[in-house]
């Protein structure tokens, strides 16, 4: 179970925590009758917790060491007593027979700290390394803090030090994962602890090198430390406790009433990713998906509702498209040329021009004689033209926008590529695209078009079914 940084943000937010594991605790014990946990290392029944730095703590420690850096160690000073105070009465709200012990533990923390960013401030140099070990402390205090609330609140519980799990790679601030070191560890530091009925509890995003050196995962890395111990642990389920029920079947901002998205492919979310569906980021869930665990995401809020399932393979409803993302603000760019086009060499000269300009393509698609790609970042436009027109006739065209329409069932329902067509038939599409996943379908349309496009799309998959239930 991973809880985000909302889901610890504060003591209300830690006790609705303790309320979902306690919940889930109950619910292990039941299932396991009925032998609906697959459970790997044997007699496991109780869950792993991984959180996140309190909301909002490390970019406020980033902004310390930005502060050490420019030499300001008062202001840096300052600011960790602020985060230090916010730590101390979070702590002392969710305890009360071990308030002076977690109490002691956070103060111990935030003197090595400041101890640490007082050297910094004195070189005014902060390296990867040591931005790594400042911001490493967000999660190891959350982490003791959920441990202590949880012991005090009658679950037994163990605070595990994730510098000592993950064991890493030194590419400090993005370290990856020693996967086969890191699963020993697992099984030696974390499984003891979950076989003697207690919750171990650790920090996410965090790890060490071998030799004991701390890293961390790259931002938003809990979810992958939740899904690597997972993975090690071969657990049931890994769940993602976040502020939102799940994904949706649409951009709330776009289309008024999304549905939620029950289940999904890891292809599907990686789709959905790309457009900006910013729920979690499936690299960092590939270490589950990769063994076939289900990775759940759910809403801290409303620990009822059922979120949406990522499993490897998905399993859509008949007839049915997963969810439609968009994009808007896009560019289309078209290039033609009647001379070059079948030449050997030509697409890559093309899309050199791109490279080294170092702007990325969303949407491509060619007809015998031009190619048509969209981008949405326009700064290096104009000097892309210029160097576009040695080679070709080039136009572009602003304020475009992209929609993907995501599904599995694409690859095996030819119906359904006609039947979103059909339903935009009001709508001038200036670019359709089917990739070689045949996951999506790709129009680019006018960004003016794009909310009565998404509305019609979204009445046509998700509106003439029984509804879902959503926020
Ligand atoms: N606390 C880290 C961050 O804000 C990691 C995480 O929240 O997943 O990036
Ligand atoms: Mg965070």
New binding site residues.
């Given amino acids: 179970m991973k809880f ?2 909302t889901s610890v943000a504060d003591p209300d937010a830690v006790t609705r925590l303790i309320g979902i594991v306690r919940r889930q605790l109950a619910t292990q014990v039941s299932d396991t009758s009925q032998t609906r946990v697959r459970l790997v290392s044997d007699t496991c029944q109780t869950p792993v917790v991984v959180v ?2 309190l909301s909002g ?3 406020a420690m980033i902004d310390v060491t930005r502060l050490a850096e420019e030499g300001d160690g008062e202001q840096a000073a300052i600011a960790l007593r602020a985060l230090r105070e916010r730590h101390v009465s979070v702590a002392s709200a969710v305890t009360r027979q071990s308030r002076d012990t977690v109490l002691a533990a956070v103060r111990a923390e935030f003197e090595e700290l400041t101890g640490l960013v007082h050297a910094l401030a004195v070189l005014r140099e902060v390296s990867p390394r040591s931005l790594d070990a400042v ?1 490493a402390t ?2 190891v205090l959350s982490s003791r803090i959920v441990a202590a609330a949880l012991a005090d609140q009658g679950i037994p519980s163990a605070w595990v030090d994730a510098r000592r799990v993950l064991v890493t790679d030194a590419e400090h601030t993005v370290a990856s994962p020693e996967m086969i070191a890191t699963c020993e560890r697992t099984r030696e530091l974390i499984a003891p602890v979950t076989k003697s009925g207690q919750v171990a509890v650790l920090g ?2 965090i790890g060490a090198t071998a030799s004991g050196v701390t890293t ?10 939740a899904s690597i111990v997972g993975a090690c642990l071969g657990v049931s389920e890994i769940q993602i406790w976040t502020d939102v029920d799940g994904m949706l079947t649409a951009d709330p901002r776009v289309v008024p009433l999304p549905r939620l998205v029950p289940q999904l492919s890891f292809a599907e979310a990686s789709e959905l990713a790309y457009f900006g569906a910013k729920v979690l980021h499936p690299s960092t869930i590939l270490p589950a998906v990769g063994k076939n665990i289900p990775v759940r995401i759910l809403n801290s809020h409303r620990p009822e509702s059922p979120g949406t399932v990522i499993t490897a393979d998905g399993h859509p409803a008949n007839g049915q498209l997963t969810a439609i993302a968009c994009k808007r603000n896009v560019t289309v760019i078209d290039i033609t040329s009647t001379r070059m086009l079948m030449a050997h060499g030509f697409l890559r000269r093309l899309f050199e021009v791109f490279e080294r300009f170092k702007t990325a393509v969303d949407v491509v698609t060619t007809s015998e004689v031009s190619v048509s790609v969209t981008v949405d970042d326009t700064r290096r436009l104009d000097a892309i033209i210029d160097n576009l027109r040695n080679f070709a006739e080039v136009s572009s065209e602003p304020e475009m926008a992209i929609i993907s329409a995501v599904g599995e069932n694409l690859r095996s329902d030819p119906t359904l590529f006609g039947r979103a067509v059909t339903s935009l038939q009001r709508i001038p599409l200036r670019l359709v695209s089917q990739a070689a996943g045949r996951r999506n379908i790709t129009f680019v349309l006018r960004d003016a078009d794009l909310p009565s496009a998404m509305g019609q799309l979204h009445e046509t998959f998700f509106e003439q079914r029984a509804i879902t239930k959503t926020r």
């Avoid at 961390?216 to 430390?225: A, H, K, M």
């Fill in positions: 985000g940084g996140s730095a703590v490390t970019d911001i967000g999660e996410g995003f961390t995962l790259g931002r938003g890395g809990s979810d992958y430390s």
